[in-house]
């Protein structure tokens, strides 16, 4: 769904601009989504490291994921 998102933003902005489709445009998508599943792969780790290191709730270790990768 992120990819999905992602991707659909950038058209939707390019569209709007009035961008046109070239070579560089073309090779936005799948940029896209190795730099997208990338970073949800670090987000989930270190969600997994957050939860195995204390017995905390899944939102907080959610948001201290997003906290550390995040920026």
């Given at each position: 769904?992120?990819?999905?998102?992602?991707?659909?933003?950038?058209?939707?902005c390019?569209?709007?601009?009035?961008?046109?489709?070239?070579?560089?445009?073309?090779?936005?998508?799948?940029?896209?989504?190795?730099?997208?599943?990338?970073?949800?792969?670090?987000?989930?780790?270190?969600y997994?490291?957050?939860?195995?290191?204390?017995?905390?709730?899944?939102?907080?270790?959610?948001?201290?994921?997003i906290?550390?990768?995040?920026?």
């Open positions: 769904v992120a990819v999905i998102l992602s991707v659909l933003w950038t058209l939707t390019m569209a709007w601009l009035g961008k046109s489709l070239d070579i560089l445009t073309i090779m936005l998508p799948p940029i896209l989504f190795v730099i997208t599943i990338s970073d949800l792969t670090h987000l989930y780790s270190r997994l490291e957050e939860k195995s290191k204390a017995v905390i709730s899944n939102r907080e270790a959610m948001l201290k994921a906290s550390e990768v995040g920026p």
